[in-house]
């Protein structure tokens, strides 16, 4: 590929139009390949107003405006290799996540789970090293396919069954950026001392997200490629500056014996439930690259990204929650918010520790942008109808939702965040694992025609799936710890969360046997 990764003087002259506005009033056809009946966008079956048509076409006409929603991107569509989009595969994971979002979910190690500094930074390292290689599996089926996450998940799910991930993605994708947005705006409310509200930063944060996210593809991935210097730089001022007052000497305070246990795999599982729950959008982005792109290239640049984002920000939670038990002014700004938490440990810089508060609060959008990006995507996924409504239109609605709901959830953050990070990762990792599953074990000699992505006919039915997603469920609520519902199975592990590895168990169990029978029976 050139400098430019989805450039409008590539060989096709520009792949995210032109065969993707469902609404489009002049969709251009390629001359060279004619898509099969499968790959071609369906029609509006209800009358669509002219202006509305009018309308969509001029916004899609903007200069690196990515039209594109779920169709697949053909082979001949895609763009040239180059050793500069290899590494973007890099840059976007390890930009996008070493934000203070993702700060927050170390804090619950000391401050929630009463562990220890070296208990939890053990703890963080494992459950990040497990949720980034799920994410880094599922990241390897967009080149392959030119297929956006949801729908690949229709050739090992089924058609119908695959829309209650989709719906779930969509769900984790409003709620987790929605929290986003509160510690962005609770960070710029600590900037300024209390006299900017919390609502300001989140309509900053919301807005640039808005503009980004609606453009697509282009400018998302020129905006992510960027991103990632001025907030690796503040974060290590960060580091030399609350660095000499963590606690690395903190002690955990469960003791010994089941309890301790209990607390480090429960704080385990939340780690691996952030960098896991990008594995439902991760083929999403890398749809434009070439067929032939090398699998474990792309599994180990988003590995290696994931990992390294992920790990250094946790660490640098875990420290700044250390210092919590006995730094008394770090446990006054914890008392206010997160964000004056993070913003406490720049004391001592005077304006400049200020500007690097405002950098650390925008640096959140480079996180969030992804997330809104494949939310509206995943509308599309939904069925037929959703499809009729462009990509552009999809993303304004879900960061609507995400806003209002950051402004109502604003004052909650902490409660939101903890119960919202281990519903999303149970039901992640029962459907990577039933993906795994029918790769390894049915479908993967067998291969693969990317283009009946809504071919009902060849899909398969998926009661398998279906069953076995909902197998799974069963045991991650058996084995589920939360403040408003323990499980049975938790309670006995000592008032451990379990619920992902018990979901996972019952998923793999019921799935194997079901599948052979679905096979025998009905063929496909």
Not at 327 to 350: H, K, Q, R, V
Not at 502 to 511: D, H, M, T
Request: charged content about 10%; hydrophobic content about 50%; proline content about 5%.
């Amino acid at each position: 590929m050139t400098s430019q990764p989805y450039a409008a003087d590539s060989a096709v002259a520009d792949p995210e139009k032109g065969t993707a506005g469902v609404l489009s009033s002049s969709e251009e056809k390629p001359t060279t390949i004619t898509p099969t009946p499968s790959e071609t966008p369906s029609k509006p079956s209800l009358p669509i107003p002219p202006i509305l048509l009018k309308i969509n076409d001029k916004i899609e006409s903007l200069s690196g405006f990515e039209a594109r929603g779920i169709t697949r991107v053909l082979p001949h569509e895609r763009q040239p290799p180059s050793r500069l989009n290899d590494l973007q595969i890099f840059f976007l994971w390890f930009g996008a996540n070493i934000s203070a979002n993702n700060l927050t979910t170390g804090l619950f190690g000391p401050l929630i789970f009463g562990l220890g500094f070296t208990d939890s930074v053990i703890c963080a390292i494992i459950g990040c090293m497990l949720g980034s290689m799920c994410t880094a599996y599922m990241a390897t089926w967009g080149p392959v396919s030119g297929n956006r996450t949801m729908v690949v998940l229709r050739f090992f799910m089924g058609y119908w069954p695959s829309k209650i991930p989709c719906f779930l993605n969509i769900v984790l994708m409003v709620g987790y950026i929605t929290c986003s947005f509160i510690i962005s705006g609770q960070i710029l409310s600590a900037v300024s001392g209390g006299n900017m509200t919390v609502i300001v930063g989140i309509v900053v944060v919301a807005v640039v997200c808005w503009v980004v996210a609606v453009f697509g593809m282009k400018v998302f991935h020129s905006y992510e490629r960027y991103a990632w210097i001025p907030q690796l730089l503040v974060l290590f001022v960060l580091v030399g500056s609350a660095g000499p007052r963590f606690d690395t000497s903190l002690e955990s305070l469960s003791g010994e014996g089941i309890s301790l246990a209990a607390n480090r795999l429960s704080f385990l599982s939340l780690c691996l439930y952030v960098p896991n729950s990008w594995a439902a959008a991760a083929s999403d982005y890398y749809v434009y690259y070439p067929e032939d792109t090398k699998r474990r290239k792309v599994f180990g640049l988003t590995w290696i990204g994931l990992f390294l984002s992920f790990t250094f920000v946790y660490m640098l939670g875990i420290g700044l929650a250390s210092g919590v038990a006995t730094n008394p002014a770090w446990e006054e700004a914890y008392g206010i918010s997160t964000g004056a938490l993070i913003i406490t440990g720049f004391d001592g810089l005077a304006g400049f520790g200020k500007l690097c508060g405002v950098v650390v609060a925008l640096g959140i959008i480079a996180n969030s942008i992804p997330g809104c990006y494949s939310a509206g995507l995943g509308c599309q996924v939904m069925g037929r109808y959703g499809k009729l409504v462009p990509r552009w239109v999809w993303t304004c609605v879900v960061i609507t939702i995400m806003f209002v709901c950051a402004l109502a959830g604003r004052e909650h953050l902490m409660q939101l965040f903890g119960n919202f990070l281990a519903l999303m990762g149970y039901w992640m990792t029962i459907m990577i694992f039933i993906v795994l599953m029918e790769h390894l074990l049915f479908r993967g000699r067998k291969g693969y025609d990317w283009s009946k992505w809504e071919d009902k006919r060849y899909l398969p039915v998926g009661w398998a799936a279906l069953v076995a997603f909902l197998m799974g469920w069963v045991g991650a609520i058996l084995g589920m710890y939360q403040v408003w519902y323990v499980g049975p199975l938790a309670v006995l592990t000592g008032m451990c969360d379990v619920g992902v590895w018990l979901g996972v168990g019952f998923a793999i169990v019921s799935y194997l046997p079901l599948r052979v029978l679905e096979l025998k029976f009905v063929g496909r």
